[in-house]
């Protein structure tokens, strides 16, 4: 299995087909940042479409420009779900950077519990 390590994030794809990408802890992910993670998932996703499961428990912030680049319409390369897992229902806040005020492209919805998320995600596999 290759994994692509950045600045913020690690993001891989996992045997179960399901892309991961791991916050760094107390990453303060920029512009620049999901901008390099939307290519590495674009690489891995080798033209494939994988349902995503995105780990924020250790983000420290997201800058609006980050925020904006990741809500953006569209921008999802090899992506066509998306699990979002945060630490407690109180950090809805962070997660709510997906689905708040800009509508994902693809279905969304956050997690505290992993096993619950990939669950749901598999419902997006490629038949």
């Known amino acids: 299995m290759r994994k692509i390590e950045l600045r913020a994030f690690t993001t891989w794809v996992g045997d179960n087909e399901i892309c991961y990408t791991v916050v760094k802890p107390n990453a303060v992910v920029e512009l620049t940042d999901a901008m390099e993670n939307t290519s590495a998932v674009k690489e891995l996703s080798e ?42 229902p109180s ?22 519990n992993e096993e619950k998320a990939i669950t749901w995600l598999k419902q997006f596999h490629k038949k």
Do not use: C, W
Request: proline residues 5%; positive net charge.
């Open 91 to 112: 950090s809805t806040i962070i997660g709510n950077f997906f689905l708040g005020l800009h509508k994902s492209s693809v279905p969304a919805k956050l997690f505290t």
């Open 47 to 88: 033209g494939k479409v994988y349902p995503m499961l995105v780990n924020l428990k250790e983000i420290k912030s997201i800058t609006k420009e980050a925020r904006d680049h990741f809500a953006m319409q569209n921008r999802t390369p090899g992506v066509n779900a998306m699990a979002l897992l945060i630490k407690s």
